[in-house]
């Protein structure tokens, strides 16, 4: 069943920002405009960040058998302390800013709607096993390489990832393949495992993963995909849709 959004855009004043930005904007020779494949260099002076906090309403995501966490709360409250954090250099616009539902892909088709800008899906991870740890960052487009590197260093400054395991990952999600702008799906840790669950309770840890996501974004807006290594290649897939089998 499909959702309208009762509120589309939720514009937190992040800046003085009133910009209306065109779909045909560029800066530093690298395009910000809408694009359906993303296969080209990462965005520079972008001014919008368009903040995803995952799941919400009826849909609460993982919930912590250690700490009774819900992830959509928890989501949330980094999605705000994010905004905080970047008020007064970017635009920011909330795809929710309360408990409701919005389907994923009334979340595409808002963020779409904004040239110039990039998405930040935020959320916290669940596994069968309570093992599992780890910060991961999500992308699919070539445009959204460089930023999702970014996070995930970042992460791992605060959160040392697994041995072993590179937490990032390309993977055709609706929320990294289908939107037409720059986006990336941040996992900050597993609310199934103990240690983990018991971090991201701390609102002192989540003021620290805002932090560096927010760098993160600063960082991207101003240098664009400079160090942060090849980018890969390009991949033709169709969107992501609901239907499609765990994990193709
Ligand atoms: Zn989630």
Known sequence: MRYLLPILLSCLVASCSTTSFSS????????????????????????????????????????????GDYEKHLALDTAKRLADKLRGQFR????????SFVDL????????????????????????SSQVRGPETYYWRVDSHGLATRIQRGLESVIPARSGNLGLRRRRLRLTRNPQ??????????????????????????????????????????????GTG???????????????????
């Open 105 to 128: 892909d009334d979340r595409v088709a808002l963020a779409s709607r904004q040239g110039g800008a990039i998405l930040v899906s935020l959320h916290y991870n669940s596994s069968p």
């Open 181 to 226: 702008i720059p986006c990336v799906l941040v996992e900050f840790g597993y609310l199934s495992n103990a240690g983990e669950a018991r971090l991201c309770a701390a609102p002192g840890h989540r003021d620290r993963l805002a932090s560096v996501v927010a760098t993160a974004i600063r960082t991207q807006a101003q240098l664009g995909d400079a």
């Open 92 to 99: 920011t616009v909330f795809i929710r800013t309360g408990d």
């Open 24 to 67: 045909r904007e560029s800066s530093g020779g690298v395009s910000l405009a809408l694009d359906h494949w993303g296969h080209r260099p990462g965005p520079q002076g972008f001014q919008t960040v368009i903040i995803d906090a995952g799941h919400g309403g009826r849909d609460s995501g993982a919930v912590s058998r250690h700490t």
């Open 230 to 248: 090849p980018k890969p290649p390009p991949l033709n897939q169709p969107l992501s849709r609901p239907t499609d089998p765990p994990g193709s």
